[in-house]
Each structure stands twice: as C-alpha cells, then as structure tokens.
C-alpha cells in the first residue's frame, strides 16, 4: 500500500509537471492558435483543482480584481465593442496571486526558463548553419540580412529578450555562484537577440550585481568597436529602426488623439488594434497593433487606466523599497517603465511572471533576513 507521505509526493510531483508543462506552453505564443492564453487558463483551472484558491485570494485582491473587471466592461460598454484580448490583465493578476503564497514557483521556473532558452538558443544556431527557421527572423528590411535575431517560441525579439533577463534575474538571486556554463549561455543567447532594449537592460542588471563583469564587458566593446566600429554604428544608430518607431505611431496619434471625446481619452477605445479604417491611412499598414505600453494603454483604457498603471507600478516600487531590497528596485523600474516604452508585454505572459518573480524574490529574501 502507498502511504500518505509517498502520495504526497506523487501529487507534488504532478502538480510540478503540469506546472512546468503549462509554463512552458505559456511562453510560446509563436506556436500559434493561442496556446499561450489557452495554457495560462488551464493553469489556473489546475491550481483550482489541486489546491484550495480561495484561501489565495483575501478580500484586497477580490476587490483589485472586481475593479479591473468593472472599468474594463464599462469601457467595453461605451464603446459597444467587446474584445476578449483587453480583459487580459485579469487573468494575469490571477496568475500573480496563484504564484505569491508559493515560493517553491521560483525553482520551477529558473529550471523551466533555462531549458526553455537552451532550446531557443541551438535552434538559433541551427538556423545560421541550416537556413531561418522558427527560433528567428531577419534584419535584411534594416540592410542586415546576415543577422538572425532570436525570437524563440515567442513572436518578438523584446519578448524573447525579457524571457532571457528573467532568468538572469532568478540566477542572480538565487545562486551564490554567478558566472557558471548558465550564465554564459543565457548571455551568449541575449546576444543573439540584437535587440538594443535589451542588451540596456542586461547592462542595468550586470551593473548592479558584478561592477567587475560591466568594466569587463566595456573594455571588451571598447576594443571590438575600434575593428569593427562602422558595422556597430550602422547597427546602433539604424536610423530605419528609428524612424519606424515614431511611424509605428502614427495610428495611435489618429485613432486616439484626433478621433476622440473626453470620455473617450477617459475611457479609452476598449481595444489595442487600430481599426481598419486608421490603417487605410498610415504608412505600417501590415502592423495593427501597438508597440508601446504607454500609447497601448491610453488608447485601449484611456487615462484612467493610463494613471492606474502608473499608480499601481508605484506602489509595487514603493514596496520594493520599503523591503529594502534596491537591486530589485530598479530593476523593476527599468522593466516597468523603461522597457514597456519599447513593446506592450502587458498582454503577454512574461509581463505577469515577471511581476510575480520579483514579488516572491522581495518576499523570499525578507522572509530570510527576518529568521
């Protein structure tokens, strides 16, 4: 007969790979049909099942939760449309509170984030030997058809890079030992990403935790510049790149500023696509979306939800703080703030991993200060 502690153990040992499954299938929008949404709500309907979810969710959180679901439905109201996509963030407050009162999350998805990049990164190099292939896309619209940028499973090279960047924060929290085989593929593999954003904020990271890594890094860049400084600087200062960002805009100045009431910059546009109509009229007529949280948010939720964000990003930085733990405070403030300048990852999963990362590592760490 199986005792209760071998039962146990076996239903801690499902849970963890259902979890590390799911997980898995969350980061990998690029595989299409909307697997990762699909993989975040059978998460949580697993977390219902296998646990007591009630008891994770206290009268603050039920109240954060009902007022997300009220603004959204009433905006969804005042502009009769109704588009599944812009209740998102509910779910992913949902994962947030699924993740917080466990910290054994932050183990399973330090393994789950390194395998998940180990894959991404010799699919990478497969594609420089074999031809593109999934793992990557192409600069060649930017005159650099040589470079394979990494975008993984995913479907942006920003948000592969934010999945690297999670990892490297786990690992530098959770190990005593930096600079192991991991953390040289994981920076081999945000390389490969050639995304500025990101490769600003693994210097912000590095900075933080091994000044001798960032002079290293910088006297390294010093001495590949001086070979190879007009291929860098046609990279860095691609003014293609550059001027495609503010036309990316475009839409987002006439959907929301030039086509608008009061309530509507109150309430926002209840979507974060551009309408058929806006598109007939702006030059990225093949991108419908927005690629800017800021622009997303006021265009989707208006002001309201524009002030909520900030407001709620502050007291999660205020937190922080308090807990003492500044490393992490301006690492969430570059994530939050600066980062989201460049993508929208506040409809995609690794928005909410990242915030419920940081919650169990402040927590986690004061836990263990405080014994």
């Known amino acids: 007969m199986i005792s209760s502690i071998q039962t146990g153990r076996i ?47 206290n009268q603050s ?16 109201i005042f502009n009769q449309t109704f588009r599944v996509m812009v209740f998102y963030p509910i779910f992913g407050m949902l994962l947030v509170f699924t993740f917080l009162e466990n910290k054994d999350y932050l183990g399973i ?30 600069l060649a619209d930017k005159g650099f058809p040589f ?57 912000v990271v590095m900075s933080l935790y091994s000044r001798t890594f960032l002079f290293l890094i910088f006297f390294s860049f010093l001495a590949i510049y001086a070979v190879f400084f007009e291929n860098i600087n046609s990279f860095v200062f691609n003014q293609s790149s550059i001027t495609s960002r503010s036309e990316l805009l475009q839409g987002f100045y006439i959907s929301f500023w030039n086509e608008n009431s009061l309530t509507g910059y109150l309430l926002g546009k209840a979507d974060n696509f551009y309408s058929p109509l806006i598109m007939q009229q702006v030059k990225w007529d093949h991108r419908p979306d927005i690629e800017n949280l800021y622009a997303m948010l006021l265009h ?35 994530y939050f703030f600066v980062t989201q300048y460049f993508t929208q990852e506040i409809v995609t999963n690794i928005f909410y991993l990242f915030l419920s990362v940081i919650l169990l590592i402040v927590n986690f760490k004061s836990e263990n200060t405080s014994n």
């Not at 393994?111 to 292939?133: D, R």
């Not at 900030?310 to 807990?323: E, H, K, N, P, T």
């Open 147 to 203: 470079i394979k940028p990494t975008i993984g499973l995913t479907t942006t090279v920003q948000t592969y890079g934010s999945i690297c960047m999670l990892w490297l924060i786990l690992h530098l929290n959770l190990k005593d030992k930096i600079f192991d085989l991991s953390f040289v593929l994981v920076s081999l593999a945000i390389f490969l990403t050639f995304n500025r954003s990101t490769y600003l904020f693994y210097l």
């Open 300 to 334: 989707t939720y208006g002001f309201v939800g524009f002030l909520f964000y900030l407001s709620s990003m502050a007291v999660l930085l205020g937190y922080i703080f308090v807990r003492k733990n500044y490393k992490l405070f301006f690492i969430a403030g570059f």
């Open 61 to 76: 959180k039920v109240l954060l939760i009902l007022v997300l679901f009220t603004f959204i439905l009433l905006t969804s």
């Open 109 to 138: 998805l330090n393994k789950l984030l390194l395998y998940y990049i180990v894959i991404c990164f010799f699919g990478t190099i497969a594609a420089y030997i074999t031809g593109s292939n999934m793992f990557v896309t192409s």
């Open 11 to 57: 239903n801690i040992l499902i849970h963890q790979s259902v979890t590390f499954l799911l997980l898995f299938l969350a980061l990998s929008a690029g595989l299409g049909m909307a697997i990762d949404k699909i993989a975040i709500l059978l998460l949580l309907f697993h977390v219902v099942i296998f646990f007591d979810f009630r008891n994770r969710l």
